[in-house]
């Protein structure tokens, strides 16, 4: 089974790199077709096949080749930490003063509706369509291969584990698989399936997306995915939903919310006693189900039920699928989701060595105990601490199966029967063990459609409304005071197109700097002057220091004008701030890096990346206009492009433009199946409110010129 640690050492999926996409035209630049950048951090020149003494000499170039600055690795991870855990002590306050019955009662109707705003609307219920595809006759049960469409299209591969040694009714459970390849066949999701139908429940266990019979992205071998199957394939596919104000947690409970659907329509099942119980990414899946629907008899999420800020404290990654939007801003936290079923029977199941902190999960407990007790059935609260590490173990199965006996008097049998694995091919549902060759919808061919639908709907804003609009989707006050800033120690032999450079660190909120270059002829160790000129301001993709050497256009752009003010600067997150955290620097363009890891928080925190960096820029650029500076020609490349573009669109100082990979648009993004751009360049919901065509639209508008590199 793959574990979230394991994917840290994944390479990259690809995020912002040498596509060139300059408005005003750019000779020479790479570009993929759908206009996103292409995945790579070389300079942008034309590339060249070096003789025998130049690959030599070139050698001894990359080995003189200086590693970036970056001396603020743990701001992000500070600065967001501090916001949830404001909202965690927020959230402490408002659970001291649950005393009563009615108070515990209001708290979870107040969470309920914090957990349906932040997971969205669910899809219309369609027809399931479901059919059983195979049968495999087993001494005391059967396993039903079944195939059914939670959305029209949309196929879901399950297997239904059905008693056979005595009739029926049965008490049911939905079984929900962790980040297993082979899904439903994983041994302990087999095991507890069984394990529960030898014990007379019947048991609907189904591949989550991407994983099992569920390849999205299959390679040319359709059992194989191009992008990765499970946790690379979640963060693909869930990062782009974010672009339509989709939720891949949303879409996969709603696979769940039908299963529970098809076991009510079964006559030989019990339908207030149908529970759901899951382990891992299973057991997240379980606990957000805990708080969707309200017909789960009974529940046992397994490895999951901890606390957001624990996670985020231990550097822990989590999928898309796990990390709600606005879930922190509302302050919510794991417990909230279970307290939903209160007091109905529910059993939290931990591991003792699991990487899911076994602390928050006590914490979890105790903050549940409380609300159980007040609505008077504490009883049908348990926690099981196993033994061992990440895993839904055969002491925390049992514990499982005591607790849903107890519920529902099924059996008083007090530990697993025997249990015979089945080889995963005998399990598949669909003929060759993948529902590509159903030819049915993906997740990324209904995001790709609500995408069109969206943008083709949006309504056109202009002018000041234009303004008014975009200020107010990324939550920005209409005006910016200038920063205060520390003037940092100069450091030397960094070969930047000029000898004197002066850092300056300029806190545009408490916690956040934004680190600005001065190039001039001459170092400072002093505040800059005031000149009443114009300047430049370069906003960097990964590193203001590495590419003041290493990308050509960019020095011949400064060296060009040798007496004009240029200043560059890494936003948030970027160059010198780019975090050391989640194993270092180095995992920062993996699709689970810390580049993510907080990209990700910043959504749960109602706050996305882009509109914290367009704040930096603003900020920046009044910097530079008390300085004299009230004409800037803003330059960009990468990365920095998007909140470039969006600052240009807000300010009156800007008076040229320069950007190089600046994407299409956000449409091209939702529309691109292999798209490059990472989701610390996304901003929610953003088609229904605006694309970057709109921007430059606005921007060219305003007689503001656009430069071609040269």
Same mark, same amino acid.
């Given at each position: 089974?793959?574990?979230?640690?394991?994917?840290?050492?994944v390479?990259?999926?690809?995020?912002a790199g040498t596509?060139?996409?300059?408005i005003g035209g750019l000779?020479g630049g790479?570009?993929?077709?759908?206009?996103?950048a !292409?995945a790579?951090?070389?300079p942008h020149e034309?590339?060249?096949?070096p003789?025998?003494?130049?690959s030599?000499?070139q050698?001894?170039k990359?080995?003189?080749?200086?590693?970036?600055i970056q001396?603020f690795?743990?701001m992000?991870?500070?600065?967001?930490d501090g916001?949830i855990r404001?909202? !965690?002590?927020?959230r402490q306050?408002k659970?001291?003063q649950?005393?009563?019955?009615?108070?515990?009662l209001?708290?979870i109707q107040d969470?309920?509706q914090?957990?349906?705003t932040?997971?969205?609307?669910?899809?219309?219920?369609?027809?399931l369509?479901?059919?059983?595809?195979g049968?495999?006759?087993?001494?005391?049960?059967?396993?039903d291969?079944l195939?059914?469409?939670?959305q029209?299209g949309?196929? =879901?591969?399950?297997?239904?584990?059905?008693?056979t040694?005595?009739k029926?009714?049965f008490?049911? =459970?939905?079984?929900e698989?962790?980040h297993a390849?082979n899904?439903?066949?994983?041994?302990?999701?087999?095991s507890f399936a069984?394990?529960?139908?030898?014990?007379?429940?019947?048991?609907l266990?189904?591949?989550? =997306?991407?994983q099992g019979e569920?390849?999205q992205?299959?390679?040319?071998d359709?059992?194989?995915? $191009?992008i990765?199957?499970?946790?690379l394939?979640?963060?693909h596919?869930?990062n782009?939903?974010?672009?339509?104000?989709e939720?891949?947690?949303?879409t996969r409970?709603?696979d769940?919310?039908?299963?529970?659907?098809?076991?009510?329509?079964?006559?030989?099942?019990?339908p207030?006693?149908i529970?759901i119980t899951?382990s891992s990414?299973?057991?997240?899946?379980t606990?957000?189900?805990c708080g969707?629907?309200?017909r789960?008899g009974m529940?046992a999420?397994?490895?999951a039920?901890t606390?957001?800020?624990r996670n985020f404290q231990n550097e822990l990654?989590?999928?898309?699928e796990q990390?709600?939007?606005e879930?922190l801003?509302?302050?919510l936290?794991? *417990?909230?989701f279970v307290?939903v079923m209160?007091?109905?029977?529910v059993?939290i /199941?931990?591991? &003792?060595e699991?990487?899911?902190d076994?602390r928050?999960?006590i914490?979890?407990y105790e903050?549940l105990r409380?609300?159980?007790?007040?609505?008077g059935?504490?009883?049908?609260?348990?926690?099981?601490i196993a033994?061992g590490?990440?895993?839904?173990?055969?002491?925390? $199965?049992?514990?499982m199966y005591?607790?849903?006996?107890?519920?529902?008097g099924?059996?008083k049998?007090?530990?697993?029967?025997?249990i015979?694995l &089945?080889?995963?091919?005998?399990?598949?549902?669909?003929t060759?063990?993948?529902?590509a060759?159903?030819k049915?919808a993906?997740v990324?061919?209904?995001?790709a459609?609500k995408a069109?639908?969206?943008?083709?709907?949006?309504?056109?804003?202009v002018?000041?409304?234009w303004?008014?609009h %975009?200020?107010?989707?990324?939550? /920005?006050?209409?005006k910016?005071?200038?920063?205060d800033y520390r003037i940092?120690r100069?450091v030397?032999?960094?070969?930047?197109?000029?000898p004197?450079?002066t850092?300056?660190?300029?806190?545009t909120?408490?916690?956040?700097?934004?680190?600005?270059?001065r190039?001039?002829?001459?170092r400072?160790?002093?505040r800059p002057?005031?000149l009443?000129e114009?300047?430049?301001?370069?906003v960097?993709? %990964?590193?203001t220091?590495s590419?003041?050497?290493?990308?050509a256009?960019?020095?011949?752009r400064?060296?060009?004008?040798?007496?004009q003010?240029f200043?560059?600067?890494d936003?948030?997150?970027v160059?010198?701030?780019?975090?050391?955290t989640?194993g270092?620097?180095?995992?920062?363009?993996?699709?689970?890096g810390n +580049?993510?890891?907080y990209?990700?928080?910043?959504? !749960?925190?109602?706050r996305?990346?882009?509109?914290?960096?367009?704040f930096?820029?603003?900020?920046?650029?009044a910097?530079l206009?008390?300085?004299?500076?009230?004409s800037?020609?803003?330059? *960009?490349l990468?990365r920095?492009?998007?909140?470039?573009?969006?600052?240009?669109?807000l300010s009156a100082?800007i008076a040229s =433009?320069?950007?190089?990979?600046?994407?299409?648009?956000?449409?091209?993004?939702?529309?691109?199946?292999?798209?490059?751009?990472? %989701?610390?360049?996304?901003?929610? +919901?953003?088609?229904s409110?605006?694309?970057?065509?709109?921007a430059v639209?606005?921007?060219?508008? $305003?007689g503001i010129?656009?430069m071609?590199?040269?």
């Amino acid at each position: 089974m793959l574990s979230r640690r394991s994917m840290l050492g994944v390479t990259a999926l690809g995020v912002a790199g040498t596509g060139v996409s300059v408005i005003g035209g750019l000779a020479g630049g790479v570009q993929s077709s759908s206009g996103t950048a !292409m995945a790579n951090n070389t300079p942008h020149e034309p590339a060249t096949i070096p003789s025998n003494s130049e690959s030599v000499i070139q050698n001894l170039k990359e080995q003189e080749k200086l590693p970036p600055i970056q001396r603020f690795g743990r701001m992000m991870h500070n600065y967001i930490d501090g916001q949830i855990r404001e909202k !965690m002590q927020e959230r402490q306050s408002k659970l001291s003063q649950i005393n009563t019955r009615e108070a515990a009662l209001s708290y979870i109707q107040d969470v309920s509706q914090k957990i349906r705003t932040a997971f969205g609307s669910f899809p219309e219920r369609t027809p399931l369509n479901a059919r059983i595809t195979g049968t495999l006759n087993r001494d005391t049960y059967r396993v039903d291969k079944l195939l059914y469409e939670s959305q029209p299209g949309f196929f =879901v591969t399950a297997n239904l584990y059905v008693p056979t040694a005595t009739k029926g009714p049965f008490p049911a =459970v939905v079984g929900e698989c962790g980040h297993a390849v082979n899904g439903k066949a994983y041994p302990s999701y087999q095991s507890f399936a069984q394990g529960l139908a030898r014990q007379g429940y019947i048991v609907l266990i189904f591949d989550p =997306v991407s994983q099992g019979e569920r390849i999205q992205y299959p390679a040319d071998d359709a059992a194989k995915s $191009r992008i990765g199957i499970g946790v690379l394939e979640h963060l693909h596919e869930g990062n782009q939903q974010f672009l339509i104000n989709e939720f891949l947690g949303t879409t996969r409970a709603w696979d769940a919310i039908r299963a529970l659907d098809y076991l009510q329509s079964r006559e030989d099942v019990i339908p207030h006693q149908i529970g759901i119980t899951g382990s891992s990414g299973g057991g997240t899946l379980t606990m957000w189900l805990c708080g969707l629907d309200s017909r789960w008899g009974m529940a046992a999420p397994s490895c999951a039920v901890t606390s957001f800020y624990r996670n985020f404290q231990n550097e822990l990654p989590t999928d898309t699928e796990q990390c709600p939007p606005e879930a922190l801003q509302f302050g919510l936290d794991h *417990a909230d989701f279970v307290a939903v079923m209160a007091p109905k029977p529910v059993v939290i /199941l931990a591991q &003792e060595e699991d990487f899911f902190d076994v602390r928050g999960t006590i914490q979890a407990y105790e903050e549940l105990r409380k609300i159980w007790r007040l609505l008077g059935h504490e009883d049908n609260l348990k926690l099981s601490i196993a033994p061992g590490g990440h895993d839904y173990s055969r002491v925390s $199965r049992e514990a499982m199966y005591a607790h849903f006996h107890q519920a529902t008097g099924q059996s008083k049998a007090s530990t697993e029967p025997q249990i015979l694995l &089945e080889k995963d091919a005998d399990l598949f549902v669909t003929t060759q063990g993948q529902v590509a060759e159903l030819k049915g919808a993906t997740v990324f061919s209904m995001t790709a459609q609500k995408a069109r639908l969206i943008a083709q709907a949006r309504p056109r804003k202009v002018g000041e409304d234009w303004k008014k609009h %975009l200020r107010a989707c990324l939550q /920005l006050p209409e005006k910016f005071s200038v920063p205060d800033y520390r003037i940092l120690r100069s450091v030397s032999g960094r070969k930047y197109p000029r000898p004197g450079v002066t850092h300056y660190a300029l806190q545009t909120e408490p916690g956040i700097e934004t680190i600005v270059y001065r190039l001039a002829q001459q170092r400072l160790e002093s505040r800059p002057p005031v000149l009443k000129e114009g300047c430049s301001l370069y906003v960097s993709d %990964l590193s203001t220091d590495s590419e003041l050497r290493e990308e050509a256009w960019l020095r011949r752009r400064i060296e060009s004008n040798p007496d004009q003010p240029f200043f560059a600067c890494d936003l948030r997150g970027v160059g010198d701030s780019r975090p050391d955290t989640c194993g270092g620097t180095q995992t920062y363009l993996q699709p689970y890096g810390n +580049d993510y890891f907080y990209a990700i928080h910043s959504l !749960m925190l109602g706050r996305s990346i882009p509109c914290q960096r367009v704040f930096d820029l603003l900020s920046t650029i009044a910097w530079l206009k008390s300085l004299g500076h009230s004409s800037i020609e803003l330059v *960009a490349l990468d990365r920095g492009t998007i909140p470039a573009l969006l600052a240009a669109c807000l300010s009156a100082e800007i008076a040229s =433009v320069q950007f190089v990979g600046l994407p299409d648009s956000y449409l091209a993004m939702a529309n691109t199946e292999d798209y490059q751009w990472p %989701l610390s360049s996304m901003i929610p +919901d953003v088609l229904s409110k605006f694309d970057l065509p709109d921007a430059v639209e606005q921007i060219k508008s $305003r007689g503001i010129r656009w430069m071609d590199v040269s």
